[in-house]
């Protein structure tokens, strides 16, 4: 088939290679624009682009098809025979979802119709699942809410971390993609509505998400550590400085009150409501990662203090 990829994180690479090296055609690569980033605003491009310049194929980063309709007309120039969508980032207009003969396809990494929208991997550790999987949808006006073409499960590491879980999924979806690009070129697949009553939403993660609230039990402090690592991390505020929890495990042997530090066998322990959480690596604003003990010795006012 000819195939448009549409894409920018890293992890939805192993989407783009599979589909390749399966000797697939591709037309074109969109990706998100070109971004700048830090102090000296660096223009920084995307994963997905850096890599499809190394195998030579072509890149496209609209602003928005919604106010460049010649955009569309580029699109259909290529003569695609499907788009396959993964982490795209930018909506796509009903003129785009019905230009191709198989339409676009997308790789969603929940079991839908649960955990449609922006954060399903990082909701689905928030609520404690024990198992997940990549579903491949074929793309409608809805969130997510698209005839399902093909879902594959797989389970749920105990501490398992967001960015992990992603990167698993998507590994998972590539095999999965070729699989349903393969079916559907021979008109084998029966797409199978959702069951839109029993759909479920996740939100858009933003900063406030990851602030943590040491009145919680330490099996939703761990969670949320695990949930939103790396964005947007889980943080705490030292002496009215950003500190971020990079790494911790529960202690339930050591009890302390909520927020509070104390540093015992060479550990850095800090309370929740019930259990305790034993930090192993922390962060603090403007540094590199550093052993929680390394920080207490470093910050002499850290043991005994209260966090939040």
Known sequence: MKIVFMGTPYFTIPVLDKISSNGHDIVAVYTQPDRTSGR??????SA???????????????????????????????????????????????????LLPHGCINLHPSLL???????????????SEKVTGTTIMQLDSGIDSGPILAQQETPIGEEELCNELTEKLFYLGADLIVETISKLAKGIIVPRQQDHENATY?????????????????DVILRKIRAHHPWPGSYTY???KNLKIIEARISENYKLGPGCVSVHDNAVYIGTSDDSLIVSQLQSEGAKITSATDFARGHRDFENSILG
């Not at 649960?114 to 954060?119: D, F, L, M, T, V």
């Not at 996740?202 to 330490?218: E, F």
């Open 40 to 45: 000296g605003r660096k223009v920084t491009m």
């Open 48 to 98: 997905v682009k850096e890599y499809a310049i190394s195998k030579n194929l072509r890149v496209l980063q609209p602003q928005n098809f919604r106010k460049d309709l010649s955009q569309i007309h580029i699109l259909d120039s290529f003569k695609a025979d499907i788009a396959v969508v993964a982490a795209y980032g930018i909506l796509l207009p009903s003129e785009i979802l019905d």
């Open 113 to 127: 119709p649960k955990y449609r929208g922006a954060s399903p991997v990082s909701t689905a550790i928030l609520e």
């Open 202 to 218: 996740t939100k858009k993660l933003v900063r406030q998400d990851g602030l943590v609230d040491w009145k919680d039990g330490a």
């Open 238 to 240: 030292f002496n009215g």
